[in-house]
């Protein structure tokens, strides 16, 4: 049983699904929707502290519930019903178990697997990054990045955020968290991805990806849109906490790394956007803010 996780991080709208899907693919990792773990200290903090999305393409697909994620693994792994997965959960939340009983559950579960665990909510706070790497100091981080005005394009249509200063945020609070944990991290423990370069060039993408993690390349990557994968929810009705426009395709565009980039803003981005996105190597052609 291994206890060395490998952890995604992002902004949110940058690709973190198809990732997760792509490398649910994989024999040797088991890599389910969103888990909303690290940010909580008990089970019954989880339960308490997470519900429905309120993204607008969520509620156009159907009923996306944060808390579901940890339950669809669990029927992954068990190969049981909702309601089955869902006594599970009861019996955690009645004992209040602490969230590193929940992932050490999911580790024997998983093995010989290894946990993938894709929760763009993350970045949005340092101390849930330093939190994983004091838990599981051999974890591998996945940085995945996107261009900021395909991020705030995203957040902006999907009705994730309101304006165009709350989307810049997002952005930039969780690409900066990213950053500033990561030059803590060992570099053979972490791998930096561009959202562009891995629609434009999957293959050579996800193979310097399976050779960070020390495991073989499989060819089943590169078709995300084959089997299930855990894309479907816990029941008819409902969905897994991910990307619901991830549903819109069926095989990987890569036309999708020029989205949004023409976005149209009505005021400047803002002096640390301009700096992380040149760390990054994206080009803004809008001034910073004074």
């Given at each position: 049983m291994t206890t060395h996780p490998i952890f995604i991080l992002s902004a949110p709208r940058s690709g973190s699904t198809l990732l997760r899907v792509m490398l649910a693919g994989h024999p040797q990792l088991f890599s389910p929707p969103e888990l909303h773990l690290l940010g909580f200290r008990t089970i019954q903090d989880r339960e308490a502290g997470l519900g429905l999305c309120r993204s607008g393409a969520c509620q156009k697909h159907g009923r996306c519930d944060q808390r579901h994620g940890l339950q669809r693994a669990l029927m992954e792994l068990q190969q049981i019903d909702d309601a089955a997965s869902r006594k599970l959960i009861d019996a955690m939340l009645e004992r209040n178990e602490p969230i590193t009983a929940v992932y050490n559950l999911l580790f024997q579960l998983a093995a010989p697997s290894r946990l993938v665990d894709k929760t763009p909510t993350y970045a949005a706070r340092l101390e849930n990054?330093?939190?994983?790497?004091?838990?599981?100091?051999?974890?591998?981080?996945?940085?995945?990045?996107?261009?900021p005005y395909a991020v705030i394009e995203s957040l902006l249509r999907n009705a994730f955020e309101t304006s165009?200063?709350?989307?810049?945020?997002?952005?930039?609070?969780?690409?900066?968290?990213?950053?500033?944990?990561?030059?803590?991290?060992?570099?053979?423990?972490q791998t930096r991805i561009a959202y562009e370069q891995l629609v434009i060039e999957p293959e050579r993408t996800m193979r310097s990806l399976c050779a960070d993690l020390h495991t073989d390349f499989h060819a089943a990557v590169l078709t995300p849109y084959d089997g299930v994968r855990m894309t479907d929810g816990i029941r008819s009705g409902t969905l897994p906490p991910d990307d619901a426009n991830f549903r819109n395709h069926s095989t990987i565009d890569r036309n999708l790394a020029h989205a949004g980039l023409d976005l149209d803003l009505s005021q400047p981005v803002h002096d640390d956007t301009l700096r992380i996105a040149g760390a990054l190597g994206y080009a803004i052609g809008v001034a910073a803010a004074p």
């Open positions: 990054l330093e939190r994983a790497e004091r838990l599981f100091p051999g974890a591998h981080y996945i940085y995945l990045h996107r261009h165009l200063d709350k989307a810049e945020s997002v952005w930039k609070v969780s690409n900066g968290n990213a950053l500033k944990f990561l030059e803590t991290v060992s570099p053979d423990r």
